[in-house]
């Protein structure tokens, strides 16, 4: 599939390096029999912000999940910056390192305190010492505006602001790539917008980011390339303009006719 | 000749319960040691780890405790060893212990969220970390009460002991109605010395579970 980069529509063209972070080659990935991943080819540029939506059941998810190996491909190739995924644990640990991951359900660790739920891995992955990996963690906790709640359990914060810490945990193992898996889905409505503000803000730091999510907004305003799932494959992709005005498949056209008209 | 009960008979009784306590001890420290081990075994994503652990489980679980501690005892001189009553009864509790505390915490141990595993790799937390730092410190809090509650078990498992040998509550008790042959007084107060053990732990362990069944809801 060409990809798409039209200058002349898009609302603010970004200049994007070509230096490829994430190389997908053929991947392909079964549940037993079912079939999620088809021949997945995808390739992400530093600095670049990427969306990806689609019918529940459609692979996206398992497409991210793929790229920090939560869930293993049978087949093709996955590169991350330049490391290829292979069974050698030492490749998938210097994947994970570059790669931060947010889960819908923010998978906070309910018996840490915020402040230590970001420091266990810069302390316990990377050996930074207690007193740099507090540093680090309050550094980022003050970036998604939570430093006043460092002290407290998850359990004790909003859904917002548990995710915002989920945010600041994976910003302090210093990623390359963040993945967010539906970000706001368990969200209450009111909680989605803080979430999104931090998200926008990583984007404008220039982040490279790969988004599932269901936030057409989001997908308008920050997105530089829409793509569209369908039963395991990548059916389409565009910047934002081009995807939601002129969307070229009919299966992209009645899923875009379902989310948008309600 | 037939002595009669007196308070000296009371106290040969009463010392015994140090003896039932430290083997219930050594069996528990023995049990929860291996047992752990057993319960991460149960849950690797090692088949042929998983299946080892699981057939350790199945052997302990499915055989009477008194046939274990019969084939550690005889066994062991079978293979040369000569091993006491105290060691036999030691070895026998702790591998019996090991295999049911290694299933109550394999259920501890997964009662945790997949979630929690997920964003612990996802950090780049390899298996050693992720369980210490992570899922073991979750599981410990669920294990609590069913863990007190083992041991309950475990206390009256040591009677069988008596039986190769060694001299704790139970045996002390046939000591002392071999000589007096009062057997209704003599296991009537050997029986209170175990509910007065054990009664405690039930306690404890109701009280941990309300606690826990507050904290989670």
């Known amino acids: 599939m060409a990809s798409a980069y039209d200058t002349t529509d898009v609302p603010a063209p970004r200049p994007v390096s070509g230096e490829v972070v994430i190389r997908m080659a053929g991947v392909q990935k079964w549940y037993d029999s079912f079939h999620v991943l088809k021949d997945i080819e995808l390739e992400v540029h530093k600095g670049e912000r990427i969306v990806i939506c689609g019918p529940s059941g459609s692979g996206k998810s398992t497409l991210i999940r793929c790229i920090n190996q939560l869930e293993k491909h049978q087949k093709g190739t996955i590169t991350v910056n330049g490391v290829t995924i292979d069974s050698a644990h030492r490749h998938l640990d210097q994947v994970r390192r570059d790669v931060g991951m947010v889960f819908q359900q923010f998978n906070l660790f309910p018996h840490l305190t915020v402040v230590e739920n970001c420091m266990l891995a810069p302390m316990r992955v990377r050996g930074t010492s207690k007193q740099e990996a507090r540093d680090i963690a309050m550094k980022y906790l003050a970036r998604v505006r939570i430093p006043e709640q460092a002290d407290k359990y998850p359990g004790q914060l909003s859904g917002g602001q548990q995710q915002r810490v989920a945010i600041a945990r994976s910003l302090c193992m210093n990623p390359k790539v963040m993945l967010f898996d539906e970000p706001t889905s368990a969200l209450d409505p009111e909680m989605v917008k803080e979430v999104l503000d931090t998200m926008i803000g990583l984007a404008e730091d220039g982040m490279t980011m790969l988004c599932v999510t269901h936030e057409m907004g989001f997908a308008k305003s920050v997105a530089d390339r829409v793509i569209f799932m369908d039963r395991g494959e990548i059916v389409e992709q565009a910047t934002p303009a081009e995807f939601f005005t002129n969307p070229k498949s009919e299966r992209t056209r009645n899923f875009l006719g379902q989310i948008l008209t309600h | ?217």
């Open chain 2, 1 to 217: 000749m037939i002595r009669a009960f007196s308070y000296n008979e009371f106290l040969f009784l009463l010392s015994a319960v140090q003896w039932t306590l430290a083997l219930s001890a050594i069996a528990f420290i023995g049990g929860a040691t291996v047992g752990l081990v057993i319960a991460l075994a149960r849950t690797s994503d090692i088949k042929a780890v998983r299946l080892a652990a699981t057939g350790y489980i199945q052997l302990f679980q499915g055989t009477p405790l008194l046939m274990q501690l019969f084939l550690v005892f005889f066994g062991a001189t079978v293979m040369g060893l000569d091993l006491n009553p105290w060691a036999a009864a030691a070895l026998g509790l702790t591998l019996n212990a090991s295999a049911f505390l290694g299933e109550i915490w394999r259920g501890c141990i997964q009662a945790v969220p997949r979630g929690q595993w997920e964003a612990a790799s996802a950090l780049g937390l390899r298996y050693p970390g992720l369980m210490r730092y992570v899922i073991l410190p979750q599981a410990v809090k669920v294990a609590v009460p069913p863990t007190v509650g083992f041991l309950v078990q475990l206390i009256k498992s040591t009677s069988l002991a008596a039986i190769i040998g060694f001299t704790e509550l139970t045996r002390a008790g046939q000591i002392v109605n071999n000589a007096t042959f009062q057997p209704f007084l003599v296991f009537g107060i050997v029986a209170v010395l175990y509910f007065l053990m054990c009664w405690p732990l039930s306690l404890l362990s109701a009280r941990l579970e309300r606690r826990y069944a507050l904290a989670t809801r």
